[in-house]
């Protein structure tokens, strides 16, 4: 259904998000008064639909800012501020730090060797978890670190087994990660050999009994019965039990083809694949981990097909999802998609959501910030960011948290203070991002229930690691009116 914008003298109708750059030419002489009348008729109905859509109901963007660097690589420290390393030689470069409360950019140490097509996650402790790196195209090292934003510095650990262009890292239960697959000396080569850091003696356990030729950056997760599961790109998933040396169990297949370069996120145990292929498609589908036969099942489809976008888990329990290119082809930046989509899995409906400027594609990164604004970044040689304010952000005053916990241990409750326990509706854990390449790494979303009292909420934490593996996350209250507090740092310590 076409749209329109409103411009001085212009009514300029807009298709699918792109703007018709003709509009009626301006006669030099009077137009009759019928004409006239019509054709103000005419932008008057068209433009109903743009004069509707206000930050309330499709959020807002803020304008293009230029970093010195791609932010392909983005984590979301426990600091509250945002790590983010390049493309390339970029990744042999001193990595960046943004704070989002004054926008200043500036650099961190160098971490020795070029950390770009790495994998990632957070540990129990907060430090950041940094496997392989990029020798040239297709081409791993074998090297790994650890970043520790506390103190702002790196610390090398023993090398892997070989190496390691575009791997997955999973932190597990108790702390420890997996990290799996990953190009070692060329196309298709991949390091079959997954293998465990032993987060307690910062050593390596090989999962010999596990050997698998996986597709780089697999999307896996932590399922509540403690196994890893792997969700795709491929259609067969399967499950990975990680004691001794690892065992692999098939588990059931996807009902699209392979979803390359398509988004995966965990809320709650369930699994969302949102998109990818090629070409790329708009379909979703979902995998509910909490049941002992988990099958899955297609949701609602976004409203244009997408590869290349990330997905991203917000304070509410919805997912946003920006960027991708609707075209077939590996990075097709003729066919971008800049309108953002918002999924609810209460409703399992999607919202389309107000457009960006910058065609956000291979190499894109998108991250949830402490203020409930959400980073898009990034792309092949592109060095500029936009922010996005969702929607909620629009809908009045945040509640605020005064005080709670600064650790949590699982099967536990404790105390939340806010004066606006009255109104709150909504408790949620998000895991800190660390995202790149169309897959975050470490985020994922847990909804805690609570009773109200006056002034304070009464918690209950997490059942297990399983469900919340150890480590730093968002706690964010959200209101009565949908609008979420901004995140409180809350450290879940690992229990046996």
């Known amino acids: 259904m076409a749209h329109a914008r409103v411009h001085s003298n212009l009514c300029v109708p807009e298709m699918s998000g792109t703007t018709l750059e003709a509009a009626m030419p301006m006669s030099p002489f009077p137009l009759r008064s019928q004409a006239l009348a019509l054709w103000l008729v005419g932008c008057a109905v068209l433009a109903l639909p743009a004069s509707a859509q206000t930050p309330s109901t499709t959020g807002q963007w803020s304008s293009v800012m230029t970093w010195p660097i791609s932010a392909t690589h983005t984590h979301l420290l426990p600091t509250g501020r945002v790590m983010f390393f390049g493309e390339f030689a970029q990744g042999g470069t001193a990595p960046r730090l943004w704070d989002p409360a004054t926008n ?41 670190s ?18 390691r262009w575009y791997p997955t890292n999973i932190t597990l239960a108790n702390g420890d990660v997996l990290v799996i697959s990953g190009e070692t000396v060329a196309s298709g080569a991949m390091n079959e050999l997954p293998q465990r850091y032993l987060a307690a003696t910062r050593t390596w356990r090989d999962m010999t009994s596990a050997r698998l030729k996986v597709p780089y950056y697999p999307r896996m997760f932590l399922a509540p019965n403690g196994r890893l599961f792997l969700a795709g790109p491929q259609r067969l998933s399967r499950f990975l039990d990680t004691g001794g040396t690892g065992t692999w169990f098939t588990g059931p297949y996807s009902n699209y083809g392979t979803r390359s370069y398509g988004p995966a996120v965990i809320l709650d145990g369930r699994v969302l694949l949102i998109g990818g292929g090629d070409p790329p498609t708009a379909t979703v589908e979902q995998i509910d981990l909490n049941v002992s036969s988990p099958v899955w099942r297609y949701m609602a489809p976004m409203s244009t097909a997408r590869r290349q976008h990330n997905a991203t888990l917000l304070p509410d329990g919805t997912v ?15 066919t971008p998609v800049f309108h953002a989509e918002l999924y609810n899995p209460a409703t399992n409906t999607w919202t389309r959501l107000a457009s960006n400027t910058v065609y956000r594609g291979y190499h894109a990164t998108a991250l949830l910030l402490p203020d409930g604004r959400v980073l898009s970044a990034g792309g092949r040689n592109t060095n500029t960011v936009e922010v996005f304010s969702p929607p909620y952000l629009f809908k009045g005053a945040k509640p605020t948290v005064s005080s709670l ?17 009255g109104r709150v509706t909504k408790v949620t854990l998000i895991a800190l991002g660390s995202v790149t390449h169309s897959f975050d790494q470490n985020q994922r979303l847990v909804t805690l229930s609570f009773t109200r009292g006056s002034g304070v909420l009464t918690v209950n934490a997490p059942a297990s690691n399983n469900v919340a593996p150890p480590g730093y996350y968002q706690l964010f209250i959200v209101n009565d009116a949908g609008v979420p507090s901004v995140g409180r740092m809350v450290r879940i310590t690992a229990v046996p």
């Open 146 to 163: 650890l970043y520790d934003a506390f103190n702002n510095r790196w610390t090398r650990l023993p090398d892997m087994n070989d190496g």
């Open 405 to 421: 916990p600064d650790t949590v241990a699982p099967r536990t409750t404790f105390t939340l203070s806010t004066p606006d326990a």
């Open 320 to 334: 946003l999802v920006t960027g991708g290119s609707r075209g077939s082809g590996f990075d097709n930046k003729t």
């Open 104 to 144: 200043a950019v500036s650099s961190l140490p160098y971490a020795g060797y070029n950390i770009f097509c790495s994998g990632h996650s957070f540990l129990a402790d907060g430090q950041l978890l940094v496997t392989g790196g990029h020798i040239e195209s297709h081409v791993g090292l074998e090297d790994a």
